[in-house]
């Protein structure tokens, strides 16, 4: 069984910053890809940003530029650093394995709320 455990959200004003952790328990890590998703209310989930195995990176249009996603092999923890925040970016933000989430689900996640 796998778990995810996320943390670092919080209420952050537009052009702001936070950065986002991922634990992940109960499994091997590295030969997975990993994923930053995030779900606005009314919206479905949508992946944000995923690193490969090798450290390859890929965003949404919507952030490029703005976030940041890497890994710590070691501790089998992933980070999203996000820069220039927008009310745009509120969403409950999930971790878990890309480009296939993992069968034993998600985490709950952790709450980003870009307002002034």
């Known amino acids: 069984q796998v778990q995810f455990v996320e943390s670092g959200g919080g209420l952050v004003q537009p052009g702001g910053a936070l950065t986002l952790t991922c634990v992940v328990s109960g499994s091997i890590f590295r030969p997975y890809g990993m994923g930053w998703y995030r779900q606005a209310p009314g919206k479905q989930r949508e992946l944000v940003a995923s690193?490969?195995?090798?450290?390859?990176?890929n965003y949404v249009d919507s952030v490029k530029g703005r976030f940041t996603i890497s890994r710590d092999n070691f501790k089998k923890m992933v980070y999203l650093q996000m820069n220039s925040l927008k009310p745009e970016d509120t969403a409950v933000y999930h971790c878990?394995?890309?480009?296939?989430?993992?069968?034993?689900?998600w985490g709950q996640g952790t709450q980003v709320t870009v307002s002034s």
């Open positions: 878990n394995r890309n480009p296939t989430p993992s069968a034993y689900g």
């Open positions: 690193i490969t195995t090798g450290g390859n990176t």
